[in-house]
Nanobody, 117 residues
């Protein structure tokens, strides 16, 4: 069974940095994609960044150049968030799926990120 757990959220001032972590289990021998999504109050959940088992990455335009997604060999995926803006505030979720699947099937509980002045 695939399980995901996020950590690293918190409160930070505009321009600051945070590093989120997602620890996964149950998929280490399969070609998975791990992604970070976020949902701000009153808004729909949106993709932030994704990383394939091959190391290929994808970033939303809104975070390109500020966020970096990376992974290690122990099913841990990080999201380094720099130059944070007010609009980066939200609940951040880690999600995973098989490369061949259409949508993300496995989700973590989320970690809150709040950016303030």
């Amino acid at each position: 069974q695939v399980q995901l757990m996020e950590s690293g959220g918190g409160s930070v001032q505009v321009g600051g940095s945070l590093r989120l972590s997602c620890v996964g289990s149950g998929y280490s021998d399969q070609p998975f994609v791990v992604g970070w999504f976020r949902q701000a109050p009153g808004k729909e959940r949106e993709p932030v960044a994704q990383i394939y088992h091959s190391g290929s990455t994808y970033y939303a335009d809104s975070v390109q150049g500020r966020f970096i997604i990376s992974q290690d060999n122990n099913n841990r995926v990080w999201l380094q968030m720099n130059s944070l803006k007010f609009e980066d505030t939200g609940m951040y979720y880690c999600a995973a799926k098989l490369v061949a699947e259409g949508g993300f099937r496995y989700w973590g509980q989320g970690t809150q990120v709040t950016v303030s002045s």
